[in-house]
Structures are given as structure tokens and as C-alpha cells.
T-cell receptor
């Protein structure tokens, strides 16, 4: 039962443009959301997170937006750089079991020069 | 290297054999988590351990899988009598108590198990 869904397996964006990665979830009990970035043959690395009490969180070029009513979140990368090319995983959890992250299947982002 | 260390990076086993995967958490971290990534899937939580304690094993298959985090040494994920469906990447993560609450887990590079 996939409770976190990333419906776009891949995305290609030109360098300097905005990358928008989308994520939907089905479990209304989730109250903490994260994005992880993964390069081939490496483990995921934490990128940015957002609590359900917020609708936006910004960290440099990365911004995460949360729409609780739609059970949807998105990651914006502006401007995109070739080094951003990686697989991006959306994850969600409940605060009282924040370690049990529910991951989506990932979106492979390719940023072309 | 102060990161999460996993070994072996690659492991090949024949059906029916045992697989042992090891994980040393980041320095200063006392919480360890195991996740499994099947081909074309996202990572799935398996088990959460602290030293000498299993805190939550709700994601572990009921049979053939076990995990431990002894007082001394690395955490071990053990899979007995492996089957082809066990072929996956197994990721270990660690956190300190505060990181756990924020969901900021630090992942190792993974151990890729192939069952022939």
C-alpha cells in the first residue's frame, strides 16, 4: 500500500530553470514531510523538511510547499544546476514515529547544461 | 569517515543461505534504523533499534529476518534461508535522539543483496 506517491518517474530541466517535483500522500495522519536526494550507489541524503503546521519552508535554492487539504507537496529548485541531477524521494511520517519514514518511489531529475 | 558505514556493499547468496549485513552508526548516534529498497520501489522501513533494544520492528517480515544492535559492535541485519525476493538494497540509517524527532536520518551507502 503506497501511502506516498511520486507520479513522475523522471523530469528533465534546463540549467538555470526551475525544477518542480511533486508528491501526493494518502494518510491524513502524516504531519511531517521530507525530501531526500540520492545519487547512484549512495545512500539518500536529507535535503529539506516541513511540518504540517507550515505551508512553506525555504532553504537556499530549495523550497518545499505543503497543501494539506490536497494532501500534496512539492519541491522547487531554483535555479537548477547540473549537480542537482539525482533521484529525489519524498517521505512522510507521523511525529510520534518520525523514524518510520514512508518513502515515495522517487523522481529522477536530470538538469541539462 | 564519520558517516554511517555499511558492509558489505555487495553480497551474493544462493537460495537457502544466510545473509548478514552490518551497520556502524555515525559517531555519537545511538539510534539505528534499517530500510529496504526493492527494485523500482521506494525505501521501506523495517526496524528501529537502540543499543541492546528493538524499539519497533513493525516493518520486518515475520519470518527469516532478525536484527540486533549489541552493546559493543555494529548493528546486524540477518536474513536466514534467503529467497530471490530478498534481493534488494538494504539501507541503514542512524540518528541522535533529537534527529529522530525531526526525521533527519543519516543513511549509509547501502548493502546490495543479490540472491541467485
Amino acid at each position: 500500500d503506497q501511502q506516498v506517491k511520486q507520479n513522475s518517474p523522471s523530469l528533465s530541466v534546463q540549467e538555470g530553470r526551475i525544477s518542480i517535483l511533486n508528491c501526493d500522500y494518502t494518510n491524513s495522519m502524516f504531519d511531517y514531510f521530507l525530501w531526500y536526494k540520492k545519487y547512484p550507489a549512495e545512500g539518500p541524503t536529507f535535503l529539506i523538511s516541513i511540518s504540517s503546521i507550515k505551508d512553506k519552508n525555504e532553504d537556499g535554492r530549495f523550497t518545499v510547499f505543503l497543501n494539506k487539504s490536497a494532501k500534496h507537496l512539492s519541491l522547487h529548485i531554483v535555479p537548477s544546476q547540473p549537480g542537482d541531477s539525482a533521484v529525489y524521494f519524498c517521505a512522510a511520517s507521523r511525529t510520534n514515529s518520525g523514524y518510520a519514514l514512508n518513502f515515495g518511489k522517487g523522481t529522477s531529475l536530470l538538469v541539462t547544461p | 569517515n564519520a558517516g554511517v558505514m555499511q558492509n558489505p556493499r555487495h553480497l551474493v547468496r544462493r537460495r537457502g543461505q544466510e545473509a548478514r549485513l552490518r551497520c556502524s552508526p555515525m559517531k555519537g548516534h545511538s539510534h539505528v534504523y534499517w530500510y529496504r529498497q526493492l527494485p523500482e520501489e521506494g525505501l521501506k522501513f523495517m526496524v528501529y533499534l537502540q543499543k541492546e533494544n528493538i524499539i519497533d520492528e513493525s516493518g520486518m517480515p515475520k519470518e527469516r529476518f532478525s536484527a540486533e544492535f549489541p552493546k559493543e559492535g555494529p548493528s546486524i541485519l540477518r536474513i536466514q534461508q534467503v529467497v530471490r525476493g530478498d534481493s534488494a538494497a538494504y539501507f541503514c540509517a542512524s540518528s541522535d535522539p533529537l534527529g529522530k524527532e525531526n526525521g533527519e536520518l543519516f543513511f549509509g551507502e547501502g548493502s546490495r543483496l543479490t540472491v541467485l
